[in-house]
């Protein structure tokens, strides 16, 4: 067995660090408050992220950064995107040996566009790890703390360390693929969230099932027409980080940027939201990225922009929708075919 350094002590960082102490590993979990490493080690609760959940005492958790991270041969990065460059420039002063670096984190940078592997890449020296590997897929939390079935994806440079990964995080309860394609796997994983925020909003709204499949299945085509510009494989889009995590952040009230929309659609002022949610919802600097990237890469993504406009431009979310509704006639198959032929053209 071997130590895992975790870095990120909300629910999703927790959550992977219970399922690595049920493989049997040495886990480090990392906090940047003093008072919530000391909860998870006196009370062995997190009650603020992951709330009644039991935390086993083979999981210790530290604020200081050299010490979470010391003999560990892996990293798992499970910070919010945008504080991942500062954790990064903070790992590199202390790291004192090669690692495999995981991260789980899902979203875009606005302006650069960068993903997340991208940014690591740019502020951690190529010294300091073997390969950069990326974890997603439809994963709830709360339902991995309680050892609910799951499934996700791992993709890496080098396939190798993506099996290394795959092996540390496998067991019965929690079951990893690997993907040959990272680009597509980070962009499902990041992109999704604007479109679950537009589910939530119409769930808000009171609008229906029918209005919500509709919103998935096109914001569908729209993660893959942009993933597909920026490299990515589209067969991907079809699997657990495209389409698996699409439904699942779309239809539950586990997750964060649906709970967010619906606030929206109630009529909630963005700032409003943001400071009951109580955490980060990244669905929303996402979709500032997204946009954005859209422009630059001439890529048309209605529903993107729609939800930009009510984030960021006070837009009233019902007419967003009418003008969503009234668009220009077109096939839909058009998307699909233009995608492929996109690919066969590369």
């Known amino acids: ?9 909300g629910s999703w960082g927790t959550a992977l660090a219970l399922v690595l102490a049920d493989n049997g590993h040495e886990v480090a979990l990392w906090s940047h408050r003093k008072e919530h490493a000391d909860e ?18 083979a999981i210790v958790a530290d604020n200081d950064l050299s010490k979470v991270v010391d003999g560990a041969k892996h990293i798992v990065l499970v910070v919010p ?14 790291l004192k040996q090669k ?77 990893v693929y690997t993907s040959p394609d990272l680009v597509g796997v980070e962009l499902g ?54 389409i698996g995590d699409l439904i699942v952040t779309c239809t539950s009230s586990h997750s964060r940027n649906w709970r967010a929309g ?9 700032d409003e939201v943001l400071e009951q949610m109580g955490m980060v919802v990244e669905g929303v600097r996402t979709t500032k990225a997204a946009y954005q990237l859209s422009k630059d890469q001439e890529v048309e993504m209605p529903i993107t922009a729609g ?5 960021f431009e006070q837009a009233d979310p019902r007419d967003v929708v009418d003008q969503l509704m ?14 492929l032929d996109d690919q066969m053209n590369d």
Do not use: W
């Open 1 to 9: 067995m071997e130590k895992v350094a975790v870095l990120g002590a």
């Open 40 to 57: 998870i080690n006196r009370l062995h609760t997190n009650e603020k992220y992951l709330k009644g959940i039991s935390i086993p005492e």
């Open 81 to 94: 995107t945008k504080a991942i460059r500062e954790v990064c420039q903070d790992l590199t002063k202390v």
């Open 99 to 175: 690692v495999i670096i995981t991260h789980a984190s899902k979203g875009i940078e606005p302006e650069t566009y960068k993903r997340v592997s991208e940014i690591i890449q740019e502020e951690i020296p190529k010294e300091f790890y073997e390969d950069i590997v990326v974890l997603s897929g439809p994963s709830h939390a709360e339902e991995v703390s309680l050892r609910q079935p799951t499934t996700v994806t791992v993709s890496a440079g080098e396939l190798h360390v993506a099996e290394n990964v795959q092996d540390l995080f496998i067991n019965s309860q929690f079951r």
């Open 189 to 242: 994983g990041a992109l999704k969230n604007i479109i679950a925020l537009g589910a939530g909003i119409s769930d808000g709204l009171g609008y229906g099932d029918n209005a919500k499949a509709a919103l998935i299945t096109r914001g569908l085509a729209e993660i893959a027409r942009l993933g597909t510009s920026m490299g990515a494989n589209p067969l991907t889009f079809s699997g657990l980080t495209g």
């Open 262 to 270: 619906y606030k929206l659609g109630q009529g909630n002022d963005l």
């Open 307 to 311: 939800i930009y406009q009510i984030l």
């Open 326 to 339: 009234t668009r220009i006639r077109r096939h839909e198959m058009e998307d699909l075919t233009n995608i």
